[in-house]
């Protein structure tokens, strides 16, 4: 029932609308799909955690609403709490509900971060080894008759600039005619 009801609407409508705005606080603006960057880190965290009950600091955070969801969608129990985590009435509920684990904001900030630093562990495997003839791009273009040409880009065509630009690195793999997203 709670795929249907929830979850199911939720992947519909964040596939449907990914740059629809989400929800706004504190002067921050998130999307559909920022918000749902928000969700999975802490959806793996719980899964790590092996828990079956969460606290949940109520905080002016969207994370905080990010923690929520994960855990309604990571068959997690949340228990929203106000106060701070070491206040009697936090360690009361946790107590007497058997919760062993306390989210907060700062914490869920960590586990973005740690997925973010995942990232570029993953890129900076250390283990790079392209050679300079290994072709990384092939782009397509047709001629107003409709050939087709490829021209083959290697990885020695790819140059350096004085600082990373993502315009920069695509307009050397993209034709010409491609229009960029990237504005820095």
């Given at each position: 029932m709670?795929?249907?009801?929830?979850i199911k609407p939720f992947i519909e409508e964040v596939s449907a609308n990914?740059?629809?705005t989400a929800a706004?606080?504190?002067g921050k603006?998130?999307?559909?799909?920022?918000?749902?960057q928000l969700v999975a880190p802490i959806m793996n965290e719980m899964d790590a955690l092996s828990v079956d009950r969460v606290c949940?600091?109520?905080e002016d955070e969207l994370s905080v609403f990010a923690a929520l969801?994960?855990?309604?969608?990571?068959?997690?129990?949340?228990?929203?709490?106000?106060?701070?985590?070491?206040s009697p009435s936090t360690r009361e509920v946790c107590t007497k509900l058997g919760v062993s684990e306390i989210l907060t904001a700062h914490r869920m900030h960590y586990y973005f971060r740690m997925t973010f630093e995942d990232a570029?562990?993953?890129?900076?495997?250390?283990l790079h080894q392209v050679a300079d003839e290994k072709p990384v791009c092939i782009t397509v273009s047709e001629s107003e008759t409709g050939q087709?040409?490829?021209?083959?880009?290697?990885?020695?065509d790819l140059t350096v600039s004085r600082r990373f630009s993502y315009t920069f690195f695509f307009s050397q793999l993209l034709p010409k005619h491609t229009k960029l997203c990237f504005t820095f």
């Open positions: 709670l795929y249907n009801n929830i990914p740059d629809k706004k606080m504190g603006v998130v999307t559909n799909s920022q918000f749902t949940i600091m109520m969801m994960a855990g309604v969608f990571n068959n997690v129990t949340v228990i929203p709490v106000a106060g701070t985590p070491d570029l562990c993953r890129i900076d495997n250390g087709l040409s490829f021209k083959e880009i290697f990885a020695r």
